[in-house]
Each structure stands twice: as structure tokens, then as C-alpha cells.
């Protein structure tokens, strides 16, 4: 690598890592600042970048890793689901913005052929920005979502006809039926090949590299697989692009796809940043600023335009009123590949310099204000429903079918692949409480998903990891791993996700609890102490000492080497159940026909008929923790009763169907 090269690379870090905290701060899109970097380095501006074809260079693989990274993340069944959104949603909108865009620049004095082509430019949008913004929302398995990235793929395949069509326009032959036999050929080649790798070739692979246990050699292969199909689809006359999404597809179904797409998730951001820089240093400001009420009256125009046939497309094919903004607004601007067309138009002169500078500012500017645009999304919606529109077209024609992935609720996360991680899983499952166990070892999760358990394989050092396991929803998070360094990188990644989830960590020294405390943590056992405790207790137990002293003994043992750190609960003179050893707080349901359905609290004489109280009272999501004297029980109730075991055992009868 020349010395010129790594300097601009250090130039582009250095002012993107600047420009990404400063709209991070302010709460702006950092695609923004990244065009606008690309703008005051590039070479119409300070021209402080020498080598920008290699900065291009590594724009493109930034590219190449967020559609493999799209492919992984939305697999080929769900491509299969939406296959009519991709056909038909696809052929409509990039039909209709073509025939509208050639009708509306014939009139401004364009030849037909140079009309249709910038038609061309103006139906393809984008979808490095449009994914990476729906990525980042957590919307791109969403119905709209579905159905824009649907509409993206069909430009991206409809690219390479555009590509062979283009000579043609600019008066060069071209061997036709040749081309199409052999792009036909082609097609069925991807099709065999993307069905074979995503049934059979990628799960049997990954499976038995992730055996090795070893994760670099893992990651190796998976960015094998992406470059290779990437450079096999484009040595086939496709986008280097379109071949990772295709290798995206093929590893989607393999359990593996959420551990590696985790790791991959820093390099996409890193290159994916390259490629928004690239796209601003083609900008000339100097074009702009002599053009300029052209240039904003030409954005107005194509932002319009193309919203409104996005949003027809969404309509004809059955979105609500709300679904067709949300697609219209996303497919707002014009697409990278739409550069890759213009400079094939410009070399075959079909655009002259003026045309397609003017097509460079207007694809900028786009792209640049589409996060703003697509924020409005669900405000312009609503603001729209105030007007008096037919039922018909809120409700859409024939209303898509949701398809979205189950979250789970208030449940327990499982971290670690240890006998107490899956002691624990096996006694949550026979109480059947809600969990998913995170696991880091193919074999064990493989032989626990085959057993019908909820089982993510992955790093839980990886945030989508922790997502997939509904990580921000969890009631409870156990952490069952040995190493110090990795406890805090996990502790920290689960705080991050969710700020009200009580942690519990195992670790193995007791010196790890104050750090472990610091970072997060809301309850720590040390499994040293904890042995030492269980093998003293027993020994005292032997020697026929009371239990109240046993019991003393070890809170005061406790208590001197936890210290602080210990919940206060655990330091208290009084503890409840030690010292009433036999009174329990027990969670009841109040069952369908139960015979305290309709009694108040007073009257069902919970403390004076049956001796046991009611502390509280969950109803639906809302907890009633001072329940009045009037409180009226109703089916589903579930009542939380204090009082000894033979007490709550004979209330029991008023809370079931049968007495």
C-alpha cells in the first residue's frame, strides 16, 4: 500500500470519527456528516484526498459487507414470502418512474433516448442508505420494510438489463438475442446455485467449521464465502453488491448467521462509512452554487415523483394508508448504482457534463436528506389521516399479513454453556418459565435446540446476539462465565439494552465482586466462597449446632467479605424467611368460574377465614401493591398471598374451577 494511500485513509478516519460524535451529539443522521466529509476532502472542494480510486475501492466493500450483512439478517424464506412484493412492486415502481421521468424531462428540450435513460437513473434508489437507516430502526423485517427492500432488490437484479440496454441508446450494437440467452442462462445458474448453498452447502460448512471452536477461522470463512460469491456474481456481469446479498441468503438459515452477522456488524459500519464518503467527493459545489435553483427545483421533483409511486406500488399491493408514506418516503432519492449507470451513459454521450453534474447533485442531495425524509415518514402519515379519507384506502385493498418474528417478554435470559447454565434452563423449563439460553459452543446448542429448547448460538459479547435473545425485554439476566474481562463486556453490552433487568453473575473470586457491582451487575456470586460456604454448613450441621446459629454464622461470613456490595436485604437483622421459616409468598391465579370471581377483598375473608394476606395484586401488566379492602378479584388475576404453606394450600379452592 503507497504512502499516499494510507494517509487519506487516516485523513477519512480521522474527520469521520470527528464528524460521527459531533452528529451523534446532535442527534443528526451520521450519513449526513460522512456525505458532507466526502464533500470538503474531495477533489472539488480542498482536494485533500490523492488516491480516490482507492478510497472507492474499499467504498465498494463497505457496500459488499451491508447487503451480505442484509442477506444474513433476512434469509431466504422470508425472500420467498415476499416474493410478489420484489416482482410485482419492483416491475411497478421502476416502470412507473421511468415512463413519468422520460414524459417530465422530454418536455425540457432531452431527446427521447437521453429522456429514458435519466428515467433509468431517477427509478433506481437506494439501498446502502435506505437498509442502513431501516437497520438501524429495527424496521427492515417490519411489512413496509419487507416490502422496500423487496422493491430494492428488483433494481438492483434490474441494473445489469439496464446495463446491456444502455449501448443501444447510445447508438452502439449490441447482439441482443445473444444477451438475453445468456443472461437467462445466467439467472437459472444464481437460482440452482443460491437454492443448493442455502440448503445444503452453507449449514453442513458452517456446522463444521464452527466445531473448531475456533472463532477466527470461523470469521474467515464466512468473509470467504461473501467475497467469493460477491466476485463470482460480478465476474457474471452483476454488482459485486447484488453477489454478498445473495451470500447473505445462502448462510441466513444456519443457526450461525446471528454470530457471525454480530462480528461483522463494526467492519459494515467502518467500510459502509468509505462508500458515503466517496459519494460526497463527487459532488462539485461550484456546479451547485451556479445551478443552484435548478438543482433544488430538479431534488423537489424527483423526491416528489418517486414518493408517489412508491407509495402507489405500496397500495396496489395492499399496504394500509400509513404503509404506503412509510415506502413512498423510503424510496425518496435516487441509488448508488444509479452512479455506475450515469458514467456508462456519459462515456456512450447519451449525458452531456452539464446533465451529469446535475444528475451527481441531485443524487447527493437526495441520499443525504433521505434520513430526515424517512424520520417524517409516520408524522406526515398522521397528519395526513386528519383529512376525510375513504375507509377503503386507510385500511389498504387488501391488507398485507403481518409477518414478524416473536419477542419474547419478562422472561430469563440463560447466558453460558456450563452445568449450572443448563441446570438452571432444565428447571425453568419443568416450571415452565419463559427463558432462552445464550450458548457458545455449536454441540450443546445444536443438542439443546434439538430437544425443542429456546437456544441462541452466538457470542454474547455481540449485541444482536443479545437482541435475538430479547435481551432489552428480559426480566432477569443470568451470567454463568468464568473470565473476569468477559463478565464486564457482557454485563455492559445487557445494561446497554436494558436499564431495569436484575443481573446475576457467577464468577470465581470474590476480588471480582466490587468491579462486577460497578459495571452493573445486581447480584454476584462468587463460586469459591460459595463452595466454601456449602462445605461449612455442613460441617457445623454435623457437629448438631441450631440452625439459627448455622445460619448467623454464615450471614456474618457474608457479610465480612461481600461487605457493601451485598443488597441490604442480605445484611438485615430480620429476615423473613429464616426466621419464620415456614411462611412463603406464594403467586395464585385466579382461574376461569373460580368462586372469589366478583368478592371483594373484604368480603372473600382471606386473613380471617383461611389465615393468609394479600400482599398484591398483578392485573394485566399492572401491579396493585397496597390492594384496598374494596378490591374486586376477576378471572386472570393473579394474587400474590402471604402465609404459611398449609394456609395458602386450603385458599387455594377459592382461586381454581373446582372447589
Not at 524 to 534: G, L, N, S
Amino acid at each position: 500500500m503507497e504512502f499516499s494511500v494510507l494517509k487519506d485513509i487516516v485523513i477519512i478516519f480521522a474527520l469521520s470519527s470527528l464528524v460521527n460524535y459531533l452528529f451523534t451529539r446532535i442527534k443528526v443522521p451520521t450519513i449526513i456528516g460522512y456525505l458532507l466529509t466526502g464533500v470538503l476532502v474531495g477533489p472539488k472542494l480542498m482536494g485533500i484526498i490523492k488516491a480516490p480510486q482507492e478510497i472507492e475501492l474499499m467504498a465498494e466493500i463497505g457496500v459488499v459487507l451491508l447487503l451480505f450483512m442484509i442477506g444474513m439478517e433476512f434469509s431466504l424464506n422470508h425472500l420467498f414470502k415476499i416474493r410478489r412484493r420484489v416482482f410485482m412492486g419492483g416491475f411497478l415502481q421502476v416502470t412507473l418512474t421511468t415512463l413519468l421521468t422520460t414524459l417530465l424531462t422530454h418536455t425540457y428540450d432531452l431527446s427521447w433516448k437521453s429522456s429514458l435513460f435519466i428515467g433509468f437513473l431517477t427509478a433506481l434508489s437506494s439501498t446502502a442508505v435506505v437498509l442502513k437507516i431501516l437497520q438501524d430502526r429495527s424496521e427492515i423485517t417490519s411489512n413496509y420494510g419487507r416490502t422496500v427492500l423487496g422493491i430494492l432488490i428488483f433494481q438492483d437484479v434490474i441494473l445489469v438489463p439496464l446495463m446491456l440496454f444502455t449501448p443501444f441508446l447510445g447508438g452502439g450494437e449490441i447482439d441482443y438475442s445473444g444477451q438475453l440467452f445468456l443472461l437467462a442462462i445466467k439467472s437459472v445458474f444464481i437460482i440452482g446455485f443460491l437454492y443448493v448453498g442455502n440448503r445444503w452447502l452453507m449449514p453442513k460448512l458452517l456446522h463444521k467449521i464452527a466445531m473448531t471452536r475456533n472463532q477466527e477461522l470461523f470469521m474467515m470463512i464466512v468473509l470467504l464465502i461473501c467475497l467469493s460469491v460477491a466476485l463470482l456474481t460480478y465476474q457474471m456481469g452483476m454488482p459485486l453488491a447484488f453477489g454478498a446479498f445473495l451470500a447473505g441468503l445462502m448462510i441466513s438459515e444456519s443457526e450461525y448467521s446471528h454470530d457471525a452477522f454480530g462480528n461483522l456488524i463494526t467492519f459494515r459500519d467502518t467500510f459502509t462509512s468509505f462508500f458515503f464518503v466517496s459519494i460526497g467527493m463527487l459532488l462539485d459545489l461550484s456546479f451547485v452554487a451556479e445551478h443552484f435553483a435548478v438543482i433544488m427545483a430538479a431534488v423537489a421533483v424527483v423526491v416528489v415523483l418517486k414518493m408517489l409511486v412508491g407509495a402507489l406500488t405500496a397500495f396496489l399491493l395492499g399496504h394500509t394508508f400509513k404503509g404506503t408514506i412509510l415506502v413512498g418516503v423510503a424510496l425518496s432519492q435516487v441509488g448508488e448504482f444509479s452512479f455506475i449507470l450515469a458514467k456508462l451513459g456519459k462515456d456512450f454521450t447519451i449525458l452531456d457534463d452539464y446533465f451529469y453534474q446535475l444528475f451527481l447533485a441531485v443524487a447527493v442531495i437526495t441520499m443525504s436528506i433521505s434520513p430526515f425524509v424517512i424520520q417524517l415518514g409516520s408524522s406526515i402519515s398522521a397528519l395526513l389521516l386528519r383529512l376525510p379519507i375513504p375507509k377503503w384506502m386507510i385500511d389498504g385493498l387488501f391488507p398485507l399479513m403481518q409477518i414478524d418474528i416473536p419477542i419474547l417478554q419478562n422472561h430469563l435470559v440463560l447466558i453460558g454453556k456450563d452445568s449450572r447454565a443448563q441446570n438452571l434452563s432444565k428447571m425453568a423449563k419443568y416450571y415452565n418459565l419463559p427463558y432462552v439460553s445464550i450458548v457458545f459452543d455449536p454441540e450443546i446448542a445444536r443438542q439443546r435446540q434439538l430437544k425443542g429448547e429456546t437456544v441462541v448460538y452466538g457470542d454474547a459479547f455481540n449485541i444482536p446476539i443479545l437482541e435475538k435473545a430479547s435481551v432489552g425485554n428480559a426480566h432477569i439476566v443470568v451470567i454463568s462465565i468464568g473470565k473476569l474481562d468477559v463478565l464486564k463486556v457482557i454485563i455492559d453490552k445487557v445494561r446497554q439494552l436494558n436499564k431495569h433487568a436484575s443481573i446475576v453473575v457467577r464468577t470465581r473470586h470474590i476480588e471480582d465482586i466490587e468491579a462486577l457491582y460497578k459495571i452493573g451487575a445486581t447480584q454476584v456470586i462468587p463460586e469459591e466462597f460459595e463452595t466454601a460456604i456449602d462445605l461449612f454448613e455442613r460441617v457445623m450441621a454435623n457437629f448438631l449446632l441450631p440452625r439459627t446459629e448455622i445460619d448467623s454464622a454464615i450471614d456474618k461470613i457474608r457479610s465480612d467479605h461481600y461487605g457493601i456490595f451485598l443488597e441490604e436485604t442480605s445484611t438485615t437483622k430480620f429476615n423473613i424467611s429464616k426466621d419464620i421459616p415456614d411462611v412463603e409468598i406464594i403467586p395464585m391465579e385466579v382461574a376461569k368460574g373460580a368462586p372469589i370471581i366478583g368478592k371483594t377483598l373484604s368480603g372473600s375473608r382471606l386473613r380471617e377465614q383461611y389465615g393468609v394476606t394479600l400482599v398484591a395484586l398483578k392485573r394485566e401488566q399492572k401491579v396493585i401493591d397496597h390492594p384496598k379492602p374494596t378490591l374486586t378479584f376477576c378471572e386472570g388475576d393473579v394474587a400474590y398471598l402471604l402465609g404459611k404453606t398449609e394456609h395458602i394450600s386450603g385458599v387455594a379452592e377459592l382461586f381454581s374451577t373446582e372447589r
